[in-house]
């Protein structure tokens, strides 16, 4: 699926321009290839390679509709696609999923070996704070709340939390509330932060950081759910990934616990839960109401 497929939009035109900053802003942060120790900066520019960047795209999105200039948010969408980066290689090792398979190439591990792995997860993480401190386009105050954002959102009580909770839940049948306070976690904490990252960027007031907040919990369950849909309704090399890990694993999903209509259902309400929020955000929500619809009609 095209990134300017699902309507013609203005934003839509401008995704390849933030696509090309973010990937200056990455490469310039990264290491180059070349500097000892090679074979782990080749992996983590590796790691980096392929994606929608989905994430960058609403720090982008959601800083436009708050009228900030794109210098202000590069830094931020740098870190949280490198903490995203991180959080695949990872996820993607012996101990964890145990997958060979991501964006339609080999994983980290198995391109390279599980040491690099492990040190490219490990660097790529550090490098995303690195990018927050070392951008000249915030002051300290936007860049320490920012920190404290994604550190939030990347830790035990965020996204590495849910992948423990994921991880313990095999074999096992949640309820729905387990579930989606599990994926709030896991999935949903990353892209919430997003959100956060922009309106502190634009200083935004507390109501309209609520609404940016609420936007960015939407999205973030019914893109899992999406998620689920998906990995038992498409083949593995439609996804790129190993289709229907969750299900050969025995764990909780929206279509095990609704069915797959119902777990559709659920997702098309919570985008337009998201749409509702994006319009009380500003009168410049077309942005977000774009990433929407486009993360809506993914197909993988």
């Not at 398979?101 to 660097?123: F, M, N, S, W």
């Not at 387990?178 to 919430?192: D, F, N, V």
């Not at 922009?198 to 919990?217: M, P």
Request: charged share 25%.
């Amino acid at each position: 699926m095209s990134l300017t497929s699902p309507e013609v939009s203005a934003f839509a035109d401008r995704v390849p321009a933030y696509l090309t900053r973010l990937e200056r802003t990455t490469d310039t942060l990264l290491p180059p290839a070349s500097i000892d120790p090679e074979r782990l900066h080749q992996a983590m520019r590796y790691a980096c390679e392929g994606g929608k960047h989905l994430r960058a795209l609403m720090v982008y999105a959601a800083g436009e509709a708050l009228g900030v200039k794109a210098e202000k948010l590069d830094a931020a969408a740098c870190a949280v696609e490198l903490i995203h980066a991180y959080s695949l290689v990872h996820d993607d090792l012996p101990a964890m999923d145990d997958d060979d398979l991501r964006r339609g190439r080999p994983t980290v591990h198995k391109a390279y070996d599980e040491a690099i792995g492990i040190l490219v997860g490990d660097a790529l993480q550090t490098s995303a704070f690195e990018a927050l401190v070392t951008t000249d386009a915030l002051d300290a105050e936007q860049k320490v709340r920012m920190i404290r954002a994604l550190a939030h959102a990347s830790g035990s009580l965020g996204m590495v939390g849910g992948q423990a909770v994921d991880m313990a839940s095999e074999n096992l049948t949640l309820t729905l509330a387990q579930l989606e306070s599990l994926h709030a976690r896991k999935t949903g904490a990353l892209i919430l932060v997003t959100c956060q990252l922009a309106g502190i960027a634009a200083n935004a007031s507390a109501a309209v950081q609520h609404a940016l907040e609420t936007y960015g919990k939407c999205i973030g369950l019914a893109f899992q759910i999406q998620d689920d849909v998906l990995d038992v309704t498409t083949d593995t090399a439609t996804l790129g990934k190993t289709a229907g890990k969750d299900v050969a694993q025995n764990k909780s999903t929206f279509p095990s616990l609704l069915g797959l209509d119902p777990a559709r259902q659920r997702a098309d309400a919570l985008f337009d839960e998201a749409r509702a929020a994006a319009r009380s955000v500003s009168g410049r929500a077309e942005p977000l109401l774009w990433l929407a619809d486009y993360i809506q009609q993914r197909d993988h």
